[in-house]
């Protein structure tokens, strides 16, 4: 194992990434695996939402592994982790649950909106394990650092504090781990509506071929109705917050949004050259998955590598937590 401080972030495997995962966490992730020992879980425990649709799940667990080698996750650098093959996550799972009041959970802003997307449908035990499991997920490689989107802090927070109270009442085996977001917190779906999201159909996809991209700009929504020369909110057209995130040439970018501003600018320009910087963005990554996906063994080794080096460190980590907590009964009366 590496002297550098830990990373542990991941994502749920319910199909492949988006512009939103990309402003929100891999633009992070690419820059910090030179600085830190990064582990990059597919959470393929934790979407028993989709337990309808098993097949969707375990092909994204490929689609998740590609999208991270097309935006330049090295997996000689980095692990990419399948939680299912280190089963000490379950195991971690069950002991901290233990030690976790259901009121915890139950405040938890995050689980209170995911369990309301169910509507009427029956909510699995498992959703509410899926918590904890997260938790679990941080302490097990003893992280120092997880890099999260904004609706993702809660989940941190409870982890700090879990981490807190096993310290105190038994052991000091983990760290209290800090959150990062990153740059752009949460990207507004092309729909203007939340957030870009899968299950909202308003997502423009890493893997969408370039047509696609352009089919999805034009149908864009603009903000409020507006004349093109009137001038309007910047703040309110996702295509000029868009143009934030994704718009290299800085100087640009406050061209255009002085002039919405003052004498107005068209939503049909602004599209234009939306799509521009987009294809030119995605242009690189495209030509990585494309690889990659011509190269699926390579996809299964980074895989494979990723997974047996976290289940080493899983392995120490659970041989501390069961000292801690008097577990070693088979080494008593030797």
Known sequence: MSD?????TGVRPTGPLHLGHYAGAL??????????????LIADYQV??????????????????????????????????????VPEHAELTVWLSWFLPLGMLQR??????????????????AFFNYPVMQVANILM????????????????????????RFNRDFAPVFPEPEALVGRVPRLVGIDGQAKMSK?????????????????????????????????????????????????????????????????GVSNLALKERLTEVLIEFLQP????????????????????AGSARE???????MAMVRDALDLNYLQKYC
């Open 48 to 85: 028993s939402d989709y337990a309808d649709d098993i097949a969707r799940v375990r092909e994204a667990v490929w689609e998740v592994a590609l999208d991270w080698l097309a935006v330049g996750l090295d997996p000689e650098r980095s692990s990419f982790v399948i939680e299912s093959l």
């Open 285 to 304: 990554i495209w030509e990585r998955r494309a690889y990659y996906a011509a190269r699926m063994h390579l996809v299964r080794d980074a895989l494979a």
């Open 199 to 263: 299950s909202r159909n308003n997502a423009i996809f890493l893997k969408d071929d370039e047509a696609t991209v352009r089919q999805k700009i034009r149908a864009m929504y603009g903000g409020p109705p507006r004349a093109a020369n009137e001038p309007g909110d910047p703040d309110q057209n996702p295509i000029i917050l868009y143009h934030r995130a994704f718009n290299p040439n800085r100087e640009e970018v406050a061209d255009l949004e002085e002039r919405y501003r003052t004498v």
């Open 108 to 125: 938890n802003p995050t689980l209170k909106s995911e369990m309301r997307d169910f509507g009427n449908r029956s909510v699995p035990v």
């Open 141 to 164: 490689p003893r992280a120092h650092l997880v890099p999260v989107g904004e609706d993702q802090l809660p989940h941190i927070e409870l982890t700090r504090e879990v981490a807190r």
């Open 311 to 317: 289940r080493a460190l899983a392995q120490e980590t």
């Open 4 to 8: 550098r401080k830990r990373i542990l």
């Open 27 to 40: 633009e992070n992730w690419v820059r910090l695996q030179d600085a830190y020992e990064c582990y990059f």
